[in-house]
């Protein structure tokens, strides 16, 4: 009779007559509590219903009448996974797995959510189980494209994602991950556009999947096509105005757009934050002041490695003063190396948050009672800024890694100084009060001996050699038009493009097309490879006489980096901070000469100095002197700086 009344009840279900089929589970449970069927037939309904924590309260009291179901173990995970309850969730697919072995159902699950959780081996390993059973499993080589792309594996990405489509060919996300491995094969010819075809394959088919159409922003990027691809990331909002991906991405192109202001820069960010982070009342920190104790700092950054803001953070961390400072780390860094090393040395504690979530890492904050906590990343890659928005220390301070407001109200200060952010003119586009640090917000150390500063190039090249190794994404059209009326004004000059995207060959060739069309030869340019930190990237610099900066987001790294080894940098003063950060490290080593107030500035002062051979030549011997003896190159003087400024704030908002 029960079972008779559970397939009833299920074929009404199956049917979508879920009132019914409920109903009908219902009563068979008030004649036997314990039917494990019905147990489990009404943890479905409620999972239909939204009620999760009824479905699984349902299910469990199924498994605990018969533990050896592999269906009841099998749903139970998937309802948990859902939730966010990864672990438990993979924990019922295993004993699924164990109790139903060689089922394609359960290890397609189990391989998805172990590739889920970063488990990518045993993630590979239950996918080839999989298929060895039924080798043309679209799904599971759908998960095992993904897999192999985790893995850094590109070529076997391709080779099963190229298979997954011809067995699932309406599948969006098996054109997308084909186009991953392609995008990240992006030194061989033609990959680019190939991952760029596939991604609008995807949405061909569902013109609103947003993974394919933020990736598809991603791949035109790394193509040069600025413009397009803001145009993706804004569609992706539109769709999804929750997908932070595509906001940061969408926000982080906006800073390379020669046509946006400080105001309108500052709506955008203020629109992100308003749509992105809702804001119901938070149980903000608050930590109670004691005297007798040291200020709590902790320091939030993906960059605890051979990167560019490395570079600015060694000061604080070798000298900081630990009779009244304690350092915290949180660190997102996603590939340790040595300089990761040396920063976990060089603090009290150190926490890695890359398999963190938010709360976990918020509640770590609290509990760590932090009384500064700094965000060093701002919306750039491998950021938590979502940390910050639930304001988990009372004091929230942005700085270094990002070159504007943030837009983001919990963070309370952003860190700057008087001629990147002038007093009257930025302190309106800001949600964070500014603080100027007098003399620069800057200090460059370096964790490796400084390369030698050779000769001139110009001595034995007989022409002058200008050179920009700035991030490629900088250099708009207008610096290629600027940079090549310099190189029709300095005749015979040359000029060295560097930098990670003109590894791409359709990049190279779209960037001397581009110079074509102002009349420059492509026997004049040069493109050199981005080198790796430990190929000792600095003695390139020994290749140029003078480093153009780009516009409007000027270089900061790629500056200090030309200054130390003697080469001068001519910049642009602009009209919002990245525009202006130039211009403040040239006026803090004393060069004010090479900063250019309008495009015919610039191009004079380059074609000037360029004529100049005995004034390049002291520049060579004096510019890394110059610099160390700035107030940049005091490490010691601007951790000083830099710690009473955290004891101003500190004492403000508790003393």
């Given at each position: ?23 009908l589970?219902?009563e ?18 409620s ?14 009291r199924?498994?605990?009448?018969e ?65 060895d059973?039924?080798p ?70 569902n013109p609103?999947?947003?993974?394919a ?28 105005p ?85 350092i ?17 040395d ?9 398999q963190?979530?938010?709360q ?5 904050i ?54 990147a952010?002038p ?31 050779k ?13 920009s190794?700035?991030?490629i ?6 610096v290629?038009k ?23 060959p ?52 790629t ?69 160390e ?27």
């Amino acid at each position: 009779m029960a079972h008779a009344e559970i397939n009833r009840a299920l074929k009404l279900h199956q049917e979508g007559n879920i009132d019914e089929a409920e109903e009908l589970y219902l009563e068979i449970l008030s004649r036997d509590p314990k039917n494990q069927d019905a147990l489990h037939f009404l943890g479905l309904v409620s999972k239909q219903r939204g009620s999760i924590h009824l479905a699984i309260e349902y299910i469990t009291r199924a498994i605990s009448i018969e533990p050896g179901r592999a269906t009841f173990h099998y749903n139970i995970g998937l309802i948990l996974a859902e939730t966010g309850d990864l672990k438990r969730g993979r924990n019922a697919l295993e004993i699924a797995d164990e109790l139903k072995p060689g089922s394609t159902e359960i290890l397609l699950s189990l391989g998805m959510l172990q590739g889920r959780m970063g488990d990518n081996e045993i993630a590979e390993s239950t996918f080839n189980k999989l298929l060895d059973i039924d080798p043309d499993n679209g799904p599971a080589l759908i998960g095992l494209t993904a897999v192999f792309n985790s893995l850094d594996r590109y070529e076997d990405a391709e080779r099963v994602g190229y298979k997954s489509t011809q067995l699932v060919p309406n599948s969006c996300e098996a054109w997308t991950n084909l186009g991953n491995a392609l995008h990240k094969q992006s030194k061989k010819a033609g990959s680019l556009e190939e991952a760029e075809k596939y991604f609008r394959q995807a949405l061909k088919i569902n013109p609103e999947y947003t993974t394919a159409l933020f990736n598809l922003g991603n791949v035109l990027n790394d193509q040069w096509f600025n413009g397009e691809a803001l145009k993706c990331f804004e569609r992706v909002i539109k769709i999804d105005p929750n997908y932070s991906f595509a906001w940061q991405s969408f926000l982080m192109n906006l800073l390379y757009d020669p046509n946006q202001t400080e105001e309108t820069l500052f709506d955008y960010h203020k629109k992100w934050a308003s749509n992105y982070y809702l804001r119901p009342l938070l149980n903000e920190a608050s930590n109670e002041t004691k005297k007798t104790r040291r200020i709590r700092i902790g320091y939030v950054s993906p960059d605890f490695r051979r990167h560019s803001c490395a570079y600015f953070l060694k000061s604080i961390f070798e000298y900081y003063n630990n009779l009244e400072f304690e350092i915290y780390v949180y660190s997102n860094v996603k590939k340790p190396d040595y300089i990761t090393s040396w920063f976990r040395d060089h603090c009290d504690s150190w926490f890695d948050i890359t398999q963190r979530t938010d709360q976990e890492v918020v509640d770590n904050i609290k509990n760590n009672k932090i009384d500064i906590l700094v965000d060093l990343a701002g919306l750039s890659n491998g950021n938590r800024i979502s940390v910050f928005a639930q304001k988990p220390a009372p004091i929230q301070v942005s700085w270094l890694g990002y070159p504007g407001t943030i837009g983001l109200s919990e963070i309370n200060y952003r860190i700057t100084d008087n001629i990147a952010d002038p007093e009257g003119l930025s302190d309106k586009h800001h949600v964070e009060k500014l603080i100027r640090l007098d003399g620069g917000f800057h200090c460059y150390s370096a964790y490796e001996k400084l390369p030698e500063v050779k000769s001139l190039p110009q001595k034995r090249n007989k022409f002058i050699t200008f050179g920009s190794f700035n991030n490629i994404l900088k250099i708009s059209h207008d610096v290629i038009k600027t940079w090549s009326d310099i190189l029709n004004l300095v005749k015979e000059s040359h000029l060295i493009i560097k930098g990670r995207m003109v590894d791409y060959p359709c990049v190279r060739e779209r960037i001397r097309n581009e110079f074509s069309q102002h009349n420059i030869s492509s026997d004049r340019m040069e493109f050199m490879e981005w080198v790796p930190k430990d190929q000792s990237p600095l003695e390139k610099y020994n290749s140029i006489d003078i480093a153009l900066d780009t516009f409007p987001y000027n270089g900061t790294t790629t500056s200090f980096e030309a200054l130390v080894m003697g080469v001068p940098v001519i910049t642009l003063r602009g009209s919002r901070h990245a525009a202006r950060v130039g211009a403040s490290i040239m006026t803090r080593i004393g060069c004010t000469e090479l900063i250019g107030e309008s495009k015919s500035q610039y191009i004079q002062i380059a074609g000037s100095l360029a004529n100049d051979i005995s004034r390049l030549q002291r520049y060579r011997e004096n510019l890394r002197t110059n610099l160390e003896k700035s107030t940049y190159g005091n490490p010691r003087e601007f951790t000083k700086k830099f710690e009473k400024t955290f004891k101003n704030l500190y004492e403000n908002k508790y003393l």
